[in-house]
């Protein structure tokens, strides 16, 4: 081992120059300074470069301070073919994103050659771009890829943290999702795949977690941070500096505040984006980020962040942590009210049609105050933390015991269903209202106001038993079951996908208003089962759960309009457990889906009448030149 001091500082940062520090180079820093006082400095410790872009050898909670085997930076090479790559730049209002999980997503993937499942590779492969084709995805949302460790608690418990939350570097993607076919790095490979996935259309959108290191609290290990400079990198108690602010609820808060810590994130972004080419960033616990730090306006001054897509999970467990709404102008926001606000509509019946209606509507009362579009809802029914789609029809309740915490881990709220049986169930009546609710779910989705994200493997109808907080379960539990999958729901996903992409008035980049235009419009109108508009007193019947409403195509004032035969679009719903008969607006209509139809995308003109099955949702366009006059 060479030891080699950094003999100057500029502005807060140590630096030296070494000559001949090539690809491949292992290096490691040693920090002198006092104790006490927030300082945690250690001179025999080994430390890892915070901004590595690749690491090696093994960590281990058990190794000495100065152990040869301990994690470390490795230099890494630039040097990458883009062979002019241009990122696909979807809008905004065209967005569809799918969340996944590097591993989960392939490593049961019969289709995926063996040695790529499971890898960067491996997402973007021939049969994982063939599956997103198919989907009519545009983006997807990666679980977090940045370097991670696993916490010592579950490592003595024999599981391991799957979904990555306790990430320690910033700039280097995760080694154990690297395939290194013929040597290649983890940069490299993970550079071939964003390559790859733009050259099919996908934006990559990563989940990063800037709030928390894997450093936990006071009594977790020094790895980087903490021996480097713990009481700038870490937000301290003022009346105890030993110990940490935890408004992650991991352990520790990273310290925004102070202009190195900024700077850092800053440039960690920066990094994935120019250096990586990735489109833009999920932030984890966002509203950690931002509580008074310069963050937010240091992402908007940055020219090369300008154009990459920022979305924020709005809260964290501090004092005032939940922001829903909050974000400025350019952000969008996980929005957690359409989860449960459609969860309780379709699976409990504690919302009615009106809490819906906002939902549908892009939730306006939410994000319009901010000077956003719709497009600052990202809408979602379910996501890695929680029940799958297919459990949270399945299950009344958690079942969480294979995680080792007597199921006391996860959320108990979880607003599901489990249509009469918990659990698995061979009964046809409760599998039917099942594959109801799933494809009636699925539909609300797709065709709300806002930018819809998917959970990767709902659309394959996986489970994970029940289990709603499956962190920590790196296995067949979680991993997407391709083998076992509902053959019929991924095609159903894709219809739905298609007629978003279809409807441009179900992409509006404007607020609903519901007024009428020069045109004699309206953009939507409100129907009742009984063929009228909506009246104040049906909207306070909160145990409504039928709705009908009608969109009008957009720009419709326009002489010469994009579409040569915009369609007005009508959608009716029934959550009730009967089937209902909905009276129709005038007009030539011609359904387009029945959720619950075994071919649910043929079409078919109709009457004055449609029954709507129990559970189920349906869609009829009509030519927009022969539509009815707007009441």
Not at 99 to 127: C, F, M, N
Not at 613 to 626: G, I, K, P, T
């Amino acid at each position: 081992m060479r030891v080699l001091p950094l003999p100057e500082c500029t502005d807060q940062v140590w630096h030296g120059y070494l000559p001949g520090a090539t690809r491949g180079l292992q290096y490691a820093y040693r920090v002198h300074g006092p104790v006490g006082g927030g300082h945690r400095f250690d001179a025999q410790r080994l430390l890892l470069d915070p901004y590595a872009r690749e690491l090696t050898g093994i960590f281990s909670y058990g190794a000495t301070a100065g152990s040869p085997d301990h994690l470390r930076a490795c230099v890494a090479s630039d040097d990458f073919d883009w062979q002019g790559d241009t990122p696909p730049a979807v809008p905004w209002n065209d967005s569809v994103l799918y969340e996944i999980h590097v591993k989960g997503a392939t490593q049961r993937q019969p289709d995926v050659p063996e040695a790529l499942r499971g890898t960067y590779a491996g997402l973007a492969s021939p049969a994982m771009l063939e599956h997103y084709r198919r989907l009519g995805i545009t983006a997807v949302n990666l679980l977090p890829v940045h370097c991670f460790l696993d916490e010592e608690r579950l490592i003595k418990s024999g599981r391991t943290n799957y979904w990555g939350y306790n990430t320690l570097a910033f700039f280097a993607p995760e080694p154990r999702y690297a395939a290194r076919i013929n040597g290649q790095s983890p940069v490299a490979e993970f550079k071939e795949m964003v390559r790859t996935l733009h050259a099919a259309g996908i934006e990559v959108i990563l989940d990063v977690v800037y709030n928390h290191t894997a450093e936990t609290d006071e009594f977790g290990p020094t790895v980087s941070f903490r021996g480097i400079d713990n009481a700038s990198y870490y937000r301290l108690q003022p009346d105890d500096p030993k110990r940490y602010e935890n408004y992650s609820g991991c352990g520790n808060t990273f310290n925004l505040l102070h202009p190195r810590v900024l700077q850092l994130v800053m440039d960690s972004l920066r990094y994935w984006v120019g250096e990586m080419h990735v489109d833009g960033f999920r932030f984890d616990l966002a509203a950690t980020l931002t509580r008074d730090s310069g963050f937010l306006t240091a992402v908007r001054q940055d020219p090369l962040l300008a154009r990459a897509k920022m979305i924020a999970e709005p809260w964290d467990l501090g004092p005032g942590g939940y922001q829903l709404g909050r974000f400025p102008s350019g952000w969008s926001e996980w929005n957690d009210r359409f989860r449960d606000d459609v969860r309780a509509f379709w699976l409990t019946g504690l919302s009615g049609s009106a809490a819906l209606a906002q939902r549908l509507s892009g939730s306006s009362e939410i994000f319009r105050g901010s000077g956003r579009a719709p497009q600052a809802g990202i809408n979602f029914i379910t996501a890695h933390d929680g029940f799958t789609l297919r459990d949270l029809v399945s299950y009344q309740h958690k079942h969480n015991e294979l995680n080792g915490e007597h199921n006391h881990d996860g959320h108990n709220h979880n607003f599901s269903w489990n249509c009469g049986a918990e659990g698995e169930c061979d009964d046809p009546t409760v599998a039917q209202r099942r594959r109801n609710l799933q494809r009636s779910l699925l539909a609300t989705l797709f065709l709300a106001q806002g930018v819809p994200m998917l959970q990767g493997g709902d659309e394959l109808g996986r489970t994970q038993s029940g289990n709603n907080n499956a962190y920590c379960q790196d296995n067949v539990l979680t991993w997407l079951d391709w083998p076992g999958s509902d053959t019929a729901l991924p095609d159903f996903t894709a219809g739905l996908i298609a007629i978003r992409k279809r409807f441009p008035q179900l992409r509006r980049g404007h607020w609903l208003t519901g007024e009428t235009n020069d045109a004699g419009t309206r953009d939507v109108v409100w129907w009742h089962p009984d063929g009228r508009e909506m009246t104040v007193d049906d909207w306070h019947s909160q145990q409504q759960g039928v709705l009908g409403f009608f969109l009008a195509p957009p720009d419709t004032t326009k002489p010469a309009a994009t579409d040569p035969a915009p369609s007005l679009l009508l959608v009716l719903i029934n959550r009730e457990p009967t089937m209902r008969a909905f009276h129709l607006p005038a007009g030539r209509w011609t359904r387009i889906c029945d959720s619950c139809a075994p071919a649910p995308f043929a079409s078919a003109p109709v009457g004055t009448d449609s029954l709507v099955a129990a559970y189920s949702v349906q869609l009829f366009e009509q030519d927009f030149h022969h539509a009815f006059p707007s009441p």
